[in-house]
């Protein structure tokens, strides 16, 4: 028979309730910092893209158009890239601001056709040079740059993100600048 006393005893609901409630409280402590990870990771992906994009708009512009043809050396972009990526254009081997961005995943396309450009002024020397073109715009772009998941194989709880298809947890994070040159 089941005794009554102990059917009506409270001791321990206290622990029982903690033991039902802690596994949603634990999803919503690791799930929000997650959240703050990712929101982070994007901004820093975003500053490096507009760092990037500020960097290639201080490039003279003769060294990326001449007229309406593209001349933006090798070098030139790979300074780009590894400024976007790093922070940095000395030290090749300084680590990425987002872990894992390759630069591979980093793109710089000058467009010297330019017809979409509204012309301020800024440009009078350039027009001068090259009669009836516009400034030169430069796009830094980072694609499916990989999210570094703050908590590894934790993250594969979060079975409703997909991704690119292949891997539901491989988010792949993308920001894009554009810049009118400005460096005459």
């Known amino acids: 028979m089941i005794d009554r006393h102990a059917l009506k005893s409270e001791k321990g609901s206290a622990a029982v309730e903690f033991a039902l409630t802690l596994p949603m409280m634990l999803i919503l402590l690791f799930g929000g910092m ?3 990870h990712f929101v982070w990771t994007q901004h820093k992906l975003s500053e490096a893209v507009r760092d990037g994009a500020r960097y290639a708009a201080r490039i003279p512009t003769n060294s990326v158009c001449e007229g309406t043809t593209e001349v933006l050396s090798q070098g030139i972009r790979d300074d780009i890239i590894l400024l976007t990526r790093t922070g940095q254009v000395i030290n090749a ?10 630069a591979a ?5 000058p467009n010297c056709d330019n017809t979409e450009f509204v012309d301020t002024g800024l440009y009078a020397e350039y027009s001068a040079i090259y009669p009836g073109a516009k400034g030169p715009v430069l796009v830094v772009s980072a694609n499916d740059v990989a999210y570094p998941w703050m908590f590894g194989m934790l ?5 409703g993100i997909s991704g690119n298809g292949t891997d539901p947890l491989d988010i792949g994070l993308s920001a894009t600048s554009v810049s009118p040159g400005i460096g005459l």
């Open 34 to 36: 997650e959240a703050g």
């Open 93 to 102: 081997a300084a680590q990425p601001k987002v872990p894992g961005w390759s």
């Open 105 to 109: 995943q980093v793109t710089v396309e």
């Open 155 to 159: 993250g594969s709880l979060m079975s």
